[in-house]
């Protein structure tokens, strides 16, 4: 650690807490990220060993890049570059609008570094406004790799417990463990439509059953009649999950038979 003079905490989770530091020696400002080792048992946390492993090998503009790694007997630092803010503090500050240019800049950003993330095989799992990082060049970072996951054929099992809730796609929501690319694209969609909606979340629910509600608030015929029209971005993220996943409406019959509610 002698190598980085600490300069202010700027992050803390259960993962451990996150400073903004300087290279002694280039001066570069760095972020460190300090996990917690509080189990010798248990050794390092496998969130961080799989963000190591991964972005190790994912180099690229719009994911956040891993400049070194320290370990010590009680703490292990991850050196990354510097970002002024994440996509949710940029939302604090807009003051409930985004302009369109902003918009397509940041959505053309998350899809190039997704689209890389998913070419070299690599799922997310936790895309959310807190894990974009943006820089003073308005750049965007996809960031926290702690839940990623390599896919492949055959397709496997995987944890439903995956996704911040908002985020989260409804066959997931409803339980489901094999599932490829659309987790994250469903997650993209709806950061779209928080950028498009000025930082308003789209389906702000208060839990599963409620995030359920959100998503399936509208009859089925409701989306299919919207479809190609796009005319809001409601419509537009559940229209792209239906091309990409038949199961949305197997999906959807199945939660309203289950709960017996009456939409309309």
Known sequence: MQKYEK????GEGTYGTVFKA???ET???VALKRVRLDDDDEGVPSSALREICLLK???????????????????????FE????DLKKYFDSCQGEVDANIVKSLMYQLLRGLAFCHANNVLHRDLKPQNLLINKDGELKLGDFGLARPFGIPVRC?????VTLWYRPPDVLMGAKIYTTSIDMWSAGCIFAELSNGGRPLFPG?????QLRKIYKYPLNYYYHLRGECCGTH???INVYISIRREFHINMIQYRSRKKVQYG
């Open 206 to 210: 208060s839990d599963v059953d409620d």
């Open 22 to 24: 300087k290279n002694k």
């Open 57 to 79: 090998e994912l180099r690229h503009k719009n994911i956040v890049r891993l400049f070194d790694i320290m370990i010590s007997e009680k703490k292990l630092t991850l050196v």
């Open 158 to 162: 995987y944890s439903a417990e995956v």
């Open 27 to 29: 001066h570069e400002i």
């Open 235 to 237: 419509s537009a993220v």
């Open 82 to 85: 510097y970002c002024d803010q």
């Open 7 to 10: 300069l202010e905490k700027i």
